[in-house]
């Protein structure tokens, strides 16, 4: 992120009105600018990612995370921890149109995560929890280090899950930048260990 557009990256994150459009089962299936075929594309692209993030949650390389598992509901995602259930629900939302703007996928809240537009269409597709901040197609293996990499912020609470914590989070960014950032050292170590994962099934580098 060029260090120049900071301030006016976190102010205007933090004051951006918050249009949203959930990003589930039921509201790809009520879709009308969708084929059939397209829907049912898009939640299997859905579906094998979470295979896949199941996988590795359950493997000896998962090590930041429960080892628990995903679940696709009508709603959205829950993960089912040994101990307690996370709720891990999809919006693309103005403030994650925003986070697109500047090269970032996502942004953790306290119940999920936020998106943005990456790609014309319907928003409960066009965005970029389906796609790259450039446009590409991801993959169930990109999906599911997405996935995962939200869901860390939850799970060690850390990142923009509440007001006092969001002040911190840009006010260290604006200050010190992205790199290094501390509320995503756990994250970053979850993308490590799952790309662990994926190079022993011979899976990464994920195209």
Known sequence: MISRWRPLW?????????CSTLVAPRTILAESD???????????????????ANAFLQSEHNQSLPKGQYELRNDGMIL????????????KTTM???????GYPAQERSWGFVV??????????AN????????????????AELILHETAHQVHDVGTLRFTRTMHYYW???????GGHPDEAMPVMVNHEYRSFLR??????AS
């Open 34 to 52: 969708l084929e059939l075929t397209q829907k049912e594309d898009f939640l299997a692209q859905w579906e094998v990612s979470l295979d896949v």
């Open 200 to 205: 022993e099934r011979g899976d990464w580098p």
């Open 172 to 178: 260290f960014s604006l200050f010190y930048g992205y």
């Open 96 to 102: 994650g149109g925003l986070c697109a703007t500047f």
């Open 116 to 125: 943005g537009s990456s790609h014309r269409g319907p928003a409960v597709v």
């Open 80 to 91: 089912r921890g040994p101990d307690r259930d996370y709720e891990v629900t999809v919006k």
């Open 128 to 143: 970029t929890f389906f796609y790259s901040v450039t446009g590409k197609r991801r993959n169930p293996e990109m999906l």
């Open 10 to 18: 976190c102010a205007a994150l933090l004051l951006a009105a918050s």
